[in-house]
């Protein structure tokens, strides 16, 4: 069971942020972000071990999100890059689950917080070099994305950093440090698995919302 809050990072994929950028010029935004964008998952949206990830019946498919989740250990409030990883216990692998094509201008609570919409692997040891790792996304057991964490608009410690500085990550809490805005699609029936280095892996298959 998560102790704390689990916070998602939206738009921290740099090339993501590239392809936005002629519409962060326009109303309503009329600038790019300045400060991470920040939303929560809440309790409601975890998955057990194995439960399936569900296909709402007004959906013909989701987003499958591959993420990095880190544990915050102890509270993070204004500390810096350089020791905010020390802050973070354990990491495990995440499958942010939405709806597809979400925007940013109103909170997409309903395109992201619905009933099992999150899967957390198993916790393992933080490990730095796990930030500099590739997330490799398979469908079917074919892959069907790769994402290296370099691709990171900000780094898990400039991330920590950031939010620390106008709110505490609290011992317990989870951060998902970014997706991918390219993150495979899926549909009724398909198997999602996320691997990333030594982390144990994670997989999920979807099935109609309410099926057993």
């Not at 509270?75 to 890059?81: F, G, K, M, Q």
């Not at 999150?118 to 490799?136: C, N, T, Y």
């Not at 691709?151 to 410690?157: D, I, M, Q, T, Y």
């Not at 699609?185 to 691997?195: N, Q």
């Amino acid at each position: 069971m998560v102790a704390g809050t689990i916070y998602g990072v939206a738009l921290n994929d740099r090339e993501h942020h590239a392809h936005l950028a002629s519409s962060f010029e326009k109303p309503p935004y009329l600038k790019p972000p300045q400060r991470p964008v920040l939303y929560i998952k809440p309790r409601n949206c975890l998955m057990g071990p194995s439960d399936a990830i569900p296909l709402p019946r007004d959906l013909a498919c989701l987003e499958a999100a591959p993420s990095l989740g880190l544990l915050i250990g102890r509270d993070a409030a204004r500390v810096t890059p350089q020791a905010a990883l020390g802050h973070v216990a354990g990491a495990c692998l995440a499958l942010d689950i939405g709806e597809a094509d979400t925007g940013f201008y109103r909170p997409p609570v309903r395109q992201r917080c619905r009933d099992g919409f999150l899967r957390l692997g198993a916790m393992s040891k933080f490990d730095p070099a796990l930030l500099e790792a590739e997330l490799e996304t398979s469908v079917n057991d074919r892959i069907a994305h790769r994402w290296n964490l370099g691709r990171l608009l900000r780094n898990a410690a400039t991330l920590m950093a950031e939010i620390g500085s106008f709110m505490t990550l609290a011992a317990g809490d989870i951060l998902l440090i970014g997706t991918p805005f390219d993150a495979p699609r899926a549909v009724m029936g398909d198997r999602i698995t996320v691997r990333l280095a030594h982390l144990p892996s994670l997989s999920a298959q979807v099935r109609a919302e309410g099926a057993p």
